[in-house]
């Protein structure tokens, strides 16, 4: 057999645009948020999803919250997005705290302080996705 079939490639393939990197994920969140993660992408197909605040920077304690930025949902009135993301979550035993935000919000006060810090230490849990 020809040496070049028996090479295995290293670097796995790309996951399609959307798709969840549960390996962004804490280790110690994925048994619980990851099966609530997929409920919500596959049920709101969300143009943006980042895990943000302490355990995005790594100070997270045993009374922390998970917090997340789901961006989208933009053919719903905010409120209606909100409840659809918290019930696609509901099920989860973690503390969530769920932010929704609009592609159209984030670029048009994308510089505020508060969504500067939450771009900092933002990590994306969706293949692709973008912070306007």
Do not use: T
């Not at 994308?110 to 306007?132: H, M, N, T, Y």
């Amino acid at each position: 057999m020809p040496a070049e079939l028996l090479r295995l490639d290293p670097d796995p393939l790309p996951l399609p645009i959307g798709s969840l990197q549960a390996a962004k994920l804490p280790e110690a969140l994925r048994a619980d948020l990851l099966p609530a993660l997929e409920r919500l992408v596959g049920r709101h197909h969300p143009e943006g999803l980042w895990l943000f605040g302490s355990w995005a920077r790594g100070s997270a304690s045993r009374c922390s919250d998970v917090d997340l930025l789901v961006m989208g949902l933009a053919d719903r009135r905010l409120v209606d997005a909100y409840d659809a993301v918290l019930e696609a979550l509901q099920p989860c035993r973690l503390p969530v705290q769920p932010l929704v935000a609009s592609p159209a919000l984030l670029r048009k006060h994308g510089d505020a302080p508060f969504w500067r810090s939450v771009k900092a230490e933002a990590i994306p849990l969706l293949q692709g996705c973008r912070f306007p």
